[in-house]
């Protein structure tokens, strides 16, 4: 069974420092990962996401993450965080295979920004 | 514009009384799905559609069901909602081959069960 574990529930970072939230997946084979982010309120939106081939991807609002087959890894990164940066986000995890419909999420990582 | 419109926003009832939340997309996804979230837990897969007529269960189908009879449409029915159904509801949608899990969300339903 596919899992996605994120390790940190909250975590604070000064505006303008960098920030790397981590991401772990559990999956037989390749996965399709994927990074959103959801302000208070509002749904999901997609920052980001691998399916194959180069391993560090470039996503939405200045985030990237690699992905790091050898430690199951997809951590999301940004190297100078804004206070508008501040919300939850989610990593997932889903079946490579054609039919495949079904996806798990990690629980969350709260991100708060001090000025 | 595209998007995953819900209705409705929010809505609260009581137990045992049927309800239908709606989900409609206008970009002609293939790929529709139902997800619920609730504090620490993240979000739970419901049911999921690859394509008219298809469905099948996610993670936490119990007490739910949903119909695909045309591509745009994806509801998702309580017929007797109870208490621990109280939830945020997310609808969301993928284009065949996009990969799932989905790339585009709806707004959310917020839902409170009495």
């Known amino acids: 069974a596919q899992s996605v574990t994120q390790p940190d529930i909250h975590i604070t970072v000064s505006e303008g420092a960098s920030l790397e939230l981590r991401c772990n997946y559990s999956y037989g084979a390749t996965p399709y990962l994927f990074w959103y982010v959801q302000s208070p309120g509002q749904g999901l939106q997609l920052l980001l996401k691998y399916f194959s081939g180069d391993t560090l991807v470039q996503g939405i609002k200045g985030f990237e993450a690699e992905f790091k087959r050898s430690q199951s890894s997809f951590n999301l990164r940004k190297p100078s965080v804004h206070w508008s940066d501040a919300a939850e986000y989610f990593c997932a995890v889903g079946a490579v295979e054609t039919n495949a419909g079904k996806s798990t999420f990690g629980d969350g990582t709260t991100l708060t920004v001090k000025p | 514009e595209a998007q995953v419109t819900q209705n409705p926003r929010y809505l609260i009832t009581v137990t045992g009384k049927k309800l239908t939340v709606t989900c409609s997309q206008n970009m002609n996804h293939e790929y529709m799905s139902w997800y619920r979230q609730d504090p620490g837990l993240g979000l739970r897969q419901i049911y999921y559609?690859?394509?008219?007529?298809?469905?099948d269960k996610g993670d936490v189908p119990e007490g739910y069901k949903v119909s695909r009879k045309e591509k745009r449409n994806f509801p998702l029915i309580l017929e007797s909602p109870s208490p621990n159904q109280t939830s945020l509801y997310f609808c969301?949608?993928?284009?065949?081959?996009?990969?799932?899990?989905?790339?585009?969300f709806g707004n959310g339903t917020r839902l409170t069960v009495t």
């Open positions: 969301a949608s993928s284009p065949r081959g996009a990969g799932n899990p989905p790339l585009h």
């Open positions: 559609s690859m394509n008219v007529e298809v469905t």
